[in-house]
């Protein structure tokens, strides 16, 4: 059985691929799904990667105004699936806690990106935190 973890890292990955194939999200969540047992976790991951697709404008702006002096389209691929997840789960998922939700972003941008983008991260997550 999926724990929570192992599920937002997969929502991670097929967050992460929507930059690249937005328009085949949708069937890369159905195959991720039907090839993964992912139990009750997968009511999750659907909420999340779908409700982050569908907000992703103003993610990306919350995103932007607490990364001071860098322009989204300059913050790599990782950092920003990672902080997009975060972000949707921060203000559309109250029954998980805002702590939750920074450090889960900071332990997949440390995994995935490396630890020089940490502290970026949780910078912008850290203030994103505090408005919400």
Known sequence: MMNRR???EYAFVLLFEYKFQPDA???LLEDFLAEHDAGDQAVYIRQVVEGTISHIK???A???SFAKGWAV???SNVC???MRLAAYEMKYMP???LNVSVNEAITITKEYDGEESVSFVNGVL???KENC
């Open 6 to 8: 192992k599920a937002r």
């Open 25 to 27: 999200i949708q069937e």
């Open 58 to 60: 103003e993610i990306d």
């Open 62 to 64: 919350l995103i932007a």
């Open 73 to 75: 389209d300059r913050i």
């Open 80 to 82: 920003m699936a990672a």
């Open 95 to 97: 029954d998980i806690p």
């Open 126 to 128: 850290g203030n994103l």
